[in-house]
């Protein structure tokens, strides 16, 4: 018998990790949150190895989520600033736990080259 669950019942986080964890998300949160309001030129150089594409989607994709929020400035040459909201904000505890998890990195790595170890030494599994 197959039960058909939706995610949001099977693991009621699973929006909450689509929405804040996706590609890019994260750093431009992170950018924002930490460092303050930014001129799309600025975050590009803060993130480096995002392109102005997918900059571009991302601030536009976390606008529409209420993440983000742009002040467009009618100024020659036109100016436009992004920030985090205040629904933004509210994420900063969940940025604290992280960055305090981030802590258990070495374990992981540990952990990861003691499982490479087993594979190599023919400790496969089925």
Same mark, same amino acid.
């Given at each position: 018998?197959?039960?058909?669950?939706?995610?949001?019942?099977?693991? #009621? %986080?699973?929006?909450?990790?689509? $929405?804040? =964890? *996706?590609?890019?998300?994260? #750093? %431009? $949160?992170?950018?924002?949150?930490?460092? &303050?309001?930014?001129? =799309?030129?600025?975050?590009?150089?803060?993130?480096?190895?995002?392109?102005?594409?997918?900059?571009?989607?991302?601030?536009?994709?976390? !606008?529409?989520?209420?993440?983000?929020?742009?002040?467009?400035?009618?100024?020659?040459?036109?100016?436009?600033?992004? !920030?985090? *909201?205040?629904?933004?904000? /509210?994420?900063?505890?969940? =940025?604290?736990? $992280?960055?305090?998890?981030?802590?258990? $990195?070495?374990?992981?790595?540990?952990?990861?080259? /003691?499982?490479? /170890?087993?594979?190599?030494? &023919? &400790?496969?599994?089925?």
């Amino acid at each position: 018998m197959t039960h058909d669950i939706p995610p949001e019942q099977a693991c #009621p %986080i699973a929006p909450v990790v689509d $929405l804040v =964890f *996706s590609r890019w998300t994260t #750093p %431009i $949160l992170w950018a924002l949150h930490e460092y &303050g309001r930014h001129r =799309f030129v600025e975050l590009e150089r803060r993130i480096s190895t995002i392109t102005p594409k997918v900059l571009t989607q991302r601030l536009r994709q976390l !606008e529409r989520d209420g993440l983000v929020v742009r002040t467009y400035h009618p100024e020659v040459p036109p100016r436009v600033e992004y !920030e985090i *909201s205040e629904l933004g904000r /509210s994420l900063a505890p969940l =940025f604290a736990t $992280l960055a305090g998890w981030s802590g258990n $990195l070495k374990e992981v790595e540990r952990a990861r080259e /003691s499982y490479d /170890s087993r594979q190599h030494a &023919g &400790g496969r599994r089925p």
